[in-house]
């Protein structure tokens, strides 16, 4: 069974500084791995995904994030926060070749100024 | 549009109303996905439709919970006998039909039971 966990249910940072939002799944066989932002009262918004090859994938925003097959992890990375990162990331786990998606119970981020 | 298109956007009734909430979901997105938020919570799985395949209807809470899906475009999600834990805000995504390629989300409705 597949199954995403987001260790924590807060993250605070100083604008400016480094963020690091983790994530570890479970998945029998090669896994998808998505992250999303959601802003109040919005849907989820995508951030970026592994699929295969390089283990750093960029995407929107300037965040990033490390693939990291033998912890089974895939930590959302940013060199420098900002105060409009703040909102609610969801990562989300597929099997290669499903379309079943399971996300995380999400992870708000504060950026103090 | 250019999105996911959800309706209504905010839904209040007594509880034992019947609700029917709207997806309309991107041109071309053979894919589509329901989801229910609860307040602070993350997303719970309820239903996704693949094309001409059969929907995967695992995630539905009740036989109170069914959704359709018209060919390739506008999908129903219908609740009968609303009961007070179902309010929250219901998610709508769509994808093409490809796995790895990612959701597209609509702004979800937000429903709320008296």
């Known amino acids: 069974a597949q199954s995403v966990a987001q260790p924590e249910d807060q993250v605070n940072v100083a604008e400016g500084n480094p963020l690091t939002v983790k994530c570890t799944y479970s998945v029998s066989g090669n896994p998808y791995l998505f992250w999303y932002v959601q802003y109040p009262n919005r849907g989820l918004q995508f951030l970026l995904k592994y699929i295969t090859g390089d283990n750093l994938v960029k995407g929107s925003y300037g965040f990033e994030a490390e693939f990291n097959k033998s912890q089974t992890s895939f930590h959302l990375k940013k060199p420098s926060a900002l105060v409009s990162d703040s909102a609610l990331y969801f990562c989300a786990v597929r099997n290669t070749g499903g379309f079943k998606t399971i996300f995380g119970a999400g992870t708000r981020l504060f950026v103090k100024a | 549009g250019a999105g996911v298109s959800q309706s209504p956007s905010n839904k209040v009734t007594e509880k034992g109303k019947d609700v029917e909430l709207r997806c309309d979901p991107i041109?071309?997105?053979?894919?589509l996905y329901w989801y229910r938020q609860r307040l602070g919570q993350g997303l719970e799985f309820l239903i996704y439709f693949q094309g001409n395949s059969a929907p995967d209807k695992s995630g539905l809470p009740s036989d109170r919970f069914s959704a359709e899906r018209t060919g390739e475009s506008v999908s129903t999600l219908t609740i009968q006998r609303t009961q007070q834990e179902d309010s929250a805000v219901y998610l709508c995504?769509?994808?093409?039909?490809?796995?790895?390629?990612?959701?597209?989300f609509g702004d979800g409705t937000r429903l709320s039971i008296l």
């Open positions: 041109s071309g997105h053979t894919a």
């Open positions: 995504a769509s994808s093409f039909l490809v796995s790895n390629q990612p959701q597209h």
